[in-house]
Nanobody, 124 residues
Framework: QVQLLESGGGLVQAGVSRRLSCVAS????????MAWFRQAPGKEREFVSG????????YYADSVEGRFTISRDNVKNTLYLQMSSLKPDDTAVYYC?????????????????WGQGTQVTVSS
């Protein structure tokens, strides 16, 4: 089992950058496919970005492609999401998720472990 703890959220103005972090503890971090999801009020949880075991392959939702960058440090057991050019539509609770599967999936059901989430609010 792995425990996930997100940080880095907050209230920011549109157009700025922000980096989220997710520290993993427990089992070997590099054994997990990792991803970021987000959930806005009244909406379903949606895939934002995912990364393969070693970080060589990354995937993004169309809504964040070119603005967000996912990365991982398997020595520090940490997942990152660098967000730039933030928009009010990016306002949501952002969740870190880990999967024991063999590919980066875009469905929340494909992920085995979740963090508690960190709130990102983007003001216009």
């Amino acid at each position: 089992q792995v425990q996930l703890l997100e940080s880095g959220g907050g209230l920011v103005q549109a157009g700025v950058s922000r980096r989220l972090s997710c520290v993993a503890s427990g089992r070997t971090f590099s054994n997990y496919i990792m991803a970021w999801f987000r959930q806005a009020p009244g909406k379903e949880r949606e895939f934002v970005s995912g990364i393969s075991y070693g970080g060589a392959s990354t995937y993004y939702a169309d809504s964040v492609e070119g603005r967000f960058t996912i990365s991982r440090d398997n020595v520090k057991n940490t997942l990152y999401l660098q967000m730039s050019s933030l928009k009010p539509d990016d306002t949501a609770v952002y969740y870190c998720a880990a999967s024991l599967g063999s590919r980066v999936g875009e469905s929340a059901g494909e992920y085995d472990y979740w963090g508690q989430g960190t709130q990102v609010t983007v003001s216009s």
